[in-house]
């Protein structure tokens, strides 16, 4: 199995390589070349397996011979073992043919453990054979650094970097960011917003002299193992809900364009997902896409749902390649024009891209009143994300079974939901104490040169 850059300048590598890797060398992304089938029967072999099994065989093809079969299945027992679930990934049902899928059970109470705790240990493992190490530096609308964060602290190869927008993450976020203690893991705090945090993560990567005297490593939603990772529970929901029997629907409350793209990849596997549904908050750049066909940036709205507070979605690109036909030329022409603000998109490919996927938005009143409402009906209690998926997928509704996916637990955005709702969700048991924790943080200038600097001076060696 290899992988090939989106724009189809950088060498093709194998998984290991791709995921130490993250970002091509060309500024693409790295895909499968080719995407691994699964027949009706494999995928009714699935029934009744555990969460761990499920993952080893959906992920297993896309590894190729990077790990041996059972360092793949400890490798898997370990990432989940940390979760507060059995099930790992339990469907709720809230209404007539519409289910909720919990993903936040993981140690930081977003869908980003699935992928994090996963490639906290794929990287161990492949950095201690190799006998390498690795700065892993990331960007965050505030949960993949608290997910990035929980993964690799005190690893010992790894150093982690993590750049939030100061200000424009909630209490709980930054708290799992600034309060781990070992001396491994540093947050920083920029001026700027969540995009302005991105844009400084890929001038990183771009300045190659830089990129390799610290060994620099992504686990930005760009990275292929992340998408890999979120893959597998696409076949959970859509196997108990009577797949490959039945289609099963799913709408994906959307910033990064990640983890809807992880359900275009199970689609494209074989599993049968009827509708994709995109769902965004006021930062719409998606959905306007989906109407006009042009892809434009304009200024991020803060919101309630802050980790989809996002213009420029970076794994849409993953989806634009296949759209043009995997054209890297194309690819790489689009991408220059959204440096001065954005692209039309081709018919061909606006008709593919329509194909695939159907969208809604959801303003913060609807948000508010979602939260309300599903509560009062059912008892269950939505973050903010998950509301704007569930207000999206309302409108979707038929016979075939919808899941919304829940990307976070309410207690990561606790005034949100206690405006909403009047209640203040509780933070689980084993994370109680997070608002007696010291914090420690630096504040960082949207500046590359310093943010090298800052990064170069504290790298262990
Ligand atoms: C990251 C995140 C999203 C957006 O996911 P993408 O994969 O970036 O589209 C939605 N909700 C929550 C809670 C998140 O942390």
């Given amino acids: 199995m290899r992988y090939i850059s ?11 390589q791709a995921m130490l890797t993250g970002l091509a060398r060309d500024g693409g992304l790295y895909v499968p070349e080719t995407i691994p089938q699964m027949a009706s029967a494999d995928i009714s072999a699935l029934a009744g397996l555990s969460y761990e099994d499920v993952a080893y065989r959906v992920m297993r093809p896309f590894v190729g011979t990077c790990f041996g079969d059972s360092e793949f299945q400890d490798i898997i027992a370990r990432a989940y073992s940390g979760f507060n679930h059995d099930a790992r990934a339990p469907l709720v049902q809230l209404g007539a043919n519409h289910f909720l899928l919990e993903l936040f059970h993981g140690p930081t109470l977003a869908f980003k453990d699935f992928a994090m705790q996963l490639i906290g240990q794929l990287f161990q493992a492949a950095l201690a ?30 150093d982690v ?39 400084k993560l890929k001038d990183m990567f771009n300045d190659f002299t830089f990129r390799d005297e610290v060994r620099l490593a ?7 193992a992340r998408v890999l990772a979120q893959v597998v529970y696409y076949f ?3 196997v108990s809900l009577g ?3 039945r289609p099963v629907s799913f709408t994906i409350p959307t ?4 983890d809807i793209f992880a359900g275009y990849i199970a ?7 009827e509708k994709l549904v995109i769902a965004t908050n006021q930062n719409d750049i998606l959905h306007r896409t989906m109407l006009s066909g042009q892809y434009r940036t304009s200024g991020v709205t803060p919101s309630i749902s802050p980790s989809m507070d996002i213009q420029v979605s970076s794994n849409f690109e993953r989806v634009l390649f296949d759209a043009y036909d995997r054209d890297g030329n194309a690819i790489g022409q689009l991408m220059d024009e959204l440096k001065s603000g954005g692209f039309a998109i081709s018919q061909g490919a606006m008709e593919f891209l329509r194909e695939q996927f159907t969208s809604g938005r959801v303003s913060e009143e609807q948000t508010s009143a979602t939260i309300r409402a599903v509560h009062a009906q059912s008892g269950e209690i939505l973050c903010p994300h998950s509301a704007v998926g569930v207000t999206v997928a309302q409108d979707h509704l038929g016979p075939t079974p919808m899941v919304t996916l829940a990307t976070a637990h309410p207690a990561k955005f606790p005034d949100a939901v206690e405006a909403a709702t009047s209640i203040r969700p509780g933070l689980p048991e084993a994370m109680a104490d997070l608002f007696d924790r010291p914090e420690r943080v630096s504040r960082v200038a949207n500046d590359l040169g310093e943010l090298e600097e800052f990064i170069k001076n504290r790298i262990r060696t």
Avoid: K
């Fill in 255 to 258: 910033g990064n364009f990640g």
């Fill in 161 to 199: 970097f993590i750049l939030y927008p100061h200000g424009r993450v909630s209490e709980v976020q930054r708290r799992q960011m600034t309060t781990p203690v070992e001396s491994n893991v540093h947050a920083m705090a920029m001026d700027g917003d969540f995009d302005d945090c991105q844009a």
């Fill in 243 to 245: 797949a490959p029997h």
């Fill in 267 to 273: 689609r494209r596997m074989g599993l049968p997902i």
């Fill in 129 to 158: 054979r190799r006998g390498e190490r690795v700065t892993i530096v990331g960007a965050t609308s505030g949960d993949t650094g608290s997910a990035a964060i929980e993964a690799f602290r005190g690893l010992d190869n790894v």
């Fill in 218 to 224: 992504g686990v930005n939603s760009i990275n292929w």
């Fill in 6 to 16: 989106t724009r189809g300048q950088a060498p093709a590598l194998t998984f290991e």
């Fill in 236 to 238: 959970t929901a859509a």
